[in-house]
């Protein structure tokens, strides 16, 4: 358990997708999906996509569909309905790791969030498929932070409101593969922002968008926080 009474890193709030959950690029394959649905060509929106990894995809439609609030939704539910056939395929698996990095975290007695940008039945539907439904606390998704994911920090914030895990953001440790999770977690002020090099983006654009580490993935975050504390 951890003991430590000085800086107690109490709070772990973890992405999935590309962080914790190797997806293989199921994200553009769901958004290439509901662009054909929508008679749209996705090739006019795969690079914002791929720059925007890690927002909530309702914010990405309507950026992209120049804020038509009902053509974003339309999008939204064609993506989120594409996700979901792709993961009831089987073809999510944990990134390796990961589940032994979040039962040391929480051996060292830590609470595990895990959050997404994804909609909560999505979200729901990678759990069961990996087994992971009493895995962690809590698991967040935009709508359960008032509707904004990332790059807001609003997720971060509430699952330590949610926990009551820590006294001080600055306790909390976020960790994700994205710019925009390291923006929301430099803008909650967590003590530790840490990028990992499974997912969307490279250790150059975590470290600009806010990262204090950049790890080779999750497995290496139990160790970083035990030394952060020492």
């Known amino acids: 358990m951890n003991t430590n009474p000085k800086n107690p890193m109490n ?3 973890l992405d999935m997708a590309g962080t914790t959950v190797a997806d ?3 994200v553009e394959q769901a958004f290439a999906a509901a662009a054909e649905r ?3 060509d996705p090739a006019t929106m795969i690079d914002y996509v791929r720059a925007t990894m890690g927002e909530s995809k309702i914010s990405v439609f309507r950026h992209l569909f120049g804020g038509d609030e009902t053509r974003a939704r339309q999008a939204n539910v064609a993506f989120e309905e594409a996700y979901g056939e792709l993961v009831a395929d089987g073809l999510v698996s944990p990134v390796p790791g990961a589940a032994e990095a979040i039962a040391a975290l929480k051996d060292q007695g830590r609470t595990v969030v895990l959050t997404t940008g994804f909609a909560r039945v999505t979200q729901d539907a990678i759990l ?11 698991t967040l998704c935009p709508a359960d932070a008032g509707g904004r994911g990332r790059p807001y920090p609003d997720m971060v914030l509430a699952a330590l409101l949610r926990t009551g895990a820590v006294d001080d953001v600055r306790q909390t440790v976020v960790a994700g593969d994205t710019s925009y999770d390291m923006l929301s977690g430099a803008r909650s002020g967590a003590g530790i922002v840490a990028g990992v090099l499974t997912g969307a983006h490279g250790e150059a654009a975590l470290a600009e968008h806010g990262a204090t580490h950049v790890l080779a993935s999750i497995a290496g975050l139990p160790a970083l926080i035990r030394e952060s504390e020492a």
């Open 38 to 40: 929508l008679g749209e």
């Open 24 to 26: 293989g690029g199921l």
């Open 128 to 138: 069961d498929a990996l087994g992971w439904r009493d895995l962690v606390e809590l």
């Open 11 to 13: 709070l772990v709030v």
